[in-house]
């Protein structure tokens, strides 16, 4: 959809999902690191979360569809009709169909069919290469802001590609597994920022050929840059905070037990030791 609403949702998809990821990677990695790195031993809830991940990925990618297509102004699932219909709805949904393909790879990737290693993550790969791919010739004769707009968003696509491609060889990684979390809140952010350029909602239009203008939204992607690993790095540092206070207070409480089982099994021995006695 060639409005605010068009780059809101897929902005809203980007955002949840990294947000999300900057949170599950770091809990799984603690967790693998308190398991001596066995990634057998995490808990079937993380499987389950994979798998709820896969479902919920398919369901945005459905909506993102649906909307590009039955918008009233949409193409209503008509392509050709004398000239082409509303290509950029079509290119829209192509690209929320290899993202729901992805999130089919993750479903996949959860169950006990023989799956090949890193298929979810290479699924994920090509729907961000697929994405770029499609943005790239998206804004050709556009005025200039608006080509160096979406050129900028390429730049966290492809990124957020190669490294996920990376994953597919280097399992678990969880630097790489941070990275790509950031590059999806960058992706989310900067859809935003590009609705409020493109289609500011004050009605106050930008112009679209100042350089000036270019200017500053390139130092501003770079501001999403780093608020993006920021807000990784936060997360990262509450997770930790988190499960080691909780470790600890679970370790107390474990030792806590432990005495008192201690203590009554002690107790009990006395006594049967007393009773012995009085008989003898």
Not at 171 to 189: C, F, W
Not at 208 to 223: A, D, K, P, R, Y
């Amino acid at each position: 959809m060639a409005n605010f609403k068009g780059h809101a949702l897929p902005g809203s998809f980007f955002l949840l999902f990294g947000l999300w990821w900057s949170v599950k990677y770091p809990l799984q990695h603690i967790w693998k690191k308190r398991q001596h790195g066995r990634r057998q031993d995490l808990p079937l809830l993380s499987n389950k979360i994979d798998l709820i991940e896969g479902i919920i990925k398919v369901f945005f990618a459905f909506v993102g569809i649906m909307a590009e297509q039955f918008v009233p102004d949409g193409p209503h699932a008509h392509l050709y009709n004398g000239d082409w219909v509303k290509l950029m709805n079509w290119q829209h949904s192509t690209m929320y169909l290899f993202y729901g393909i992805s999130g089919i790879a993750d479903v996949l990737s959860m169950s006990p069919l023989p799956v090949p290693a890193g298929l979810d993550r290479f699924a994920l790969s090509l729907a961000l290469f697929i994405e770029g791919f499609l943005f790239y010739f998206h804004v050709h004769n556009r005025p200039a802001l608006d080509q160096h707009i979406h050129s900028l968003l390429l730049v966290a696509v492809f990124s957020g590609s190669a490294s996920t491609m990376l994953e597919v060889f280097m399992r678990d990684n969880s630097l790489l597994e941070l990275i790509r979390s950031s590059l999806a809140i960058v992706q989310g952010t900067w859809f935003y920022q590009i609705g409020f350029v493109l289609f500011p909602l004050n009605g106050e239009d930008w112009d679209l050929e100042s350089h000036g203008n270019i200017m500053f939204v390139t130092m501003c992607f770079c501001w999403h840059i780093a608020v993006a690993f920021l807000i990784v790095g936060i997360n990262y540092t509450v997770v930790w905070w988190t499960t080691k206070k909780f470790g600890e207070r679970h370790k107390a409480n474990t030792e806590i037990s432990l005495r008192k089982t201690t203590y009554t099994d002690s107790s009990s021995q006395k006594a049967l030791l007393q009773e012995s006695d009085e008989e003898s």
